[in-house]
């Protein structure tokens, strides 16, 4: 057998550029991690790059453990950005996880349903076990990468997401703009009894530039006052069309009333994706949602669909 190996460095750099740039978006779909497409294309570029390298005799070093571990922390770094080391140890370990999971799917692959006998060959003097590479065996690695990046995103948030899951909220009112910070509540199922809308909780200290200043005035009370003199501080034909009544149970009141709200607009923003919902309606609570003040309104879960 020869002791040569014919290598193709364009074709090697196509292939690992497209794997990187796929691996680096599925990760960033997967930890929600801040990205654009310039910064996953220069990411690719530079893995792609020195994929090419290593294979230049005079380069020979750039293939050392250590080699590897920097550039791919330099990749990680210019493709997300990384604001602080919790981030950073963040990123990296999504990044590792659809690595390892990409590389070992296709290499099953080729191990599973390539019939050929396996080619031993020689590079550098290092023996490796090689079998041919084909374009399937990269098709299979992008389908992967697509597979974790839409599907494996949704499920992980919806089923294995440790901690809030916190989204931007947006609030659109006669032409006034409220934006919060919301907690997406899985147990929250309070829909309009009318027109069965999902309901989204919001702290009455958020809606002062568009509640009446009297009814901020009640709602800053510690007793809450009766229903019916919240509602008279809405009176007027721009709120006759907006008044909802919400009931709730919660721990120790079993028929309780949230005076809603049917705003123009309600916009969720989960990471990158848009959801708006303009049939949503709003409750107002007079109290604090979160006492650290993380974030100041509950989000129905059916209220995150994309546009």
Same mark, same amino acid.
């Given at each position: 057998?020869?002791? @040569?190996?014919?290598?193709?460095?364009?074709?090697?750099?196509?292939?690992?550029?497209?794997?990187?740039?796929?691996?680096?978006?599925?990760?960033? &779909?997967?930890? &929600?991690?801040?990205?654009?497409?310039?910064?996953?294309?220069?990411?690719?570029?530079?893995?792609?790059?020195?994929?090419?390298?290593?294979?230049?005799?005079?380069? +020979?070093?750039?293939?050392?453990?250590?080699?590897?571990?920097?550039?791919?922390?330099?990749?990680?770094?210019?493709?997300?950005?990384?604001?602080?080391?919790?981030?950073?140890?963040?990123?990296?370990? @999504?990044?590792?996880?659809?690595?390892?999971?990409?590389?070992?799917?296709?290499?099953?692959?080729?191990?599973?349903?390539?019939?050929?006998?396996?080619?031993?060959?020689?590079?550098?003097?290092?023996?490796? +076990?090689?079998?041919?590479?084909?374009?399937?065996?990269?098709?299979?690695?992008?389908?992967?990468?697509?597979?974790?990046?839409?599907?494996?995103?949704? @499920?992980?948030?919806?089923?294995?997401?440790?901690?809030?899951?916190?989204? &931007?909220?947006?609030?659109?009112?006669?032409?006034?703009?409220?934006?919060?910070?919301?907690?997406?509540?899985?147990?929250?199922?309070?829909?309009?009894?009318?027109?069965?809308?999902?309901?989204?909780?919001?702290?009455?200290?958020?809606?002062?530039?568009?509640?009446?200043?009297?009814?901020?005035?009640?709602?800053?009370?510690?007793?809450?006052?009766?229903?019916?003199?919240?509602?008279?501080?809405?009176?007027?034909?721009?709120?006759?069309?907006?008044?909802?009544?919400?009931?709730?149970?919660?721990?120790?009141?079993?028929?309780?009333?949230?005076?809603?709200? &049917?705003?123009?607009?309600?916009?969720?923003?989960?990471?990158?994706?848009?959801?708006?919902?303009?049939?949503?309606?709003?409750?107002?609570?007079?109290?604090?949602?979160?006492?650290?003040?993380?974030?100041?309104?509950?989000?129905?879960?059916?209220?995150?669909?994309?546009?």
């Amino acid at each position: 057998m020869s002791p @040569y190996t014919d290598i193709y460095l364009d074709a090697v750099f196509l292939i690992n550029f497209t794997m990187d740039f796929f691996i680096l978006w599925a990760a960033a &779909k997967l930890g &929600k991690l801040p990205t654009n497409f310039k910064r996953l294309i220069l990411g690719a570029f530079i893995g792609a790059g020195y994929a090419v390298m290593i294979f230049l005799p005079a380069l +020979n070093l750039l293939g050392t453990f250590l080699a590897k571990i920097l550039c791919s922390l330099l990749i990680i770094i210019i493709s997300y950005k990384p604001t602080g080391i919790r981030w950073f140890l963040k990123s990296a370990a @999504y990044f590792y996880l659809v690595s390892f999971i990409l590389g070992g799917a296709v290499l099953g692959s080729m191990y599973l349903f390539n019939s050929d006998p396996l080619v031993i060959e020689t590079w550098n003097g290092i023996i490796v +076990n090689t079998v041919s590479f084909e374009v399937f065996w990269l098709l299979a690695g992008l389908a992967m990468a697509i597979i974790l990046g839409i599907w494996g995103a949704s @499920y992980i948030r919806k089923n294995l997401q440790q901690g809030p899951w916190l989204v &931007k909220a947006e609030i659109e009112l006669f032409n006034t703009l409220i934006e919060v910070d919301a907690l997406v509540d899985t147990g929250n199922q309070l829909v309009d009894p009318i027109s069965k809308e999902p309901v989204m909780v919001i702290e009455h200290k958020k809606m002062v530039n568009i509640l009446p200043p009297e009814l901020i005035k009640m709602l800053d009370n510690k007793n809450l006052p009766p229903l019916d003199k919240l509602i008279n501080t809405l009176l007027g034909p721009q709120w006759a069309t907006r008044i909802r009544l919400i009931p709730f149970t919660s721990l120790g009141n079993q028929n309780g009333m949230l005076l809603g709200i &049917k705003p123009d607009l309600v916009r969720i923003r989960d990471g990158d994706k848009i959801c708006t919902n303009p049939a949503a309606i709003v409750a107002i609570y007079h109290r604090k949602l979160c006492p650290q003040g993380t974030y100041q309104a509950l989000v129905h879960p059916d209220m995150l669909v994309s546009d």
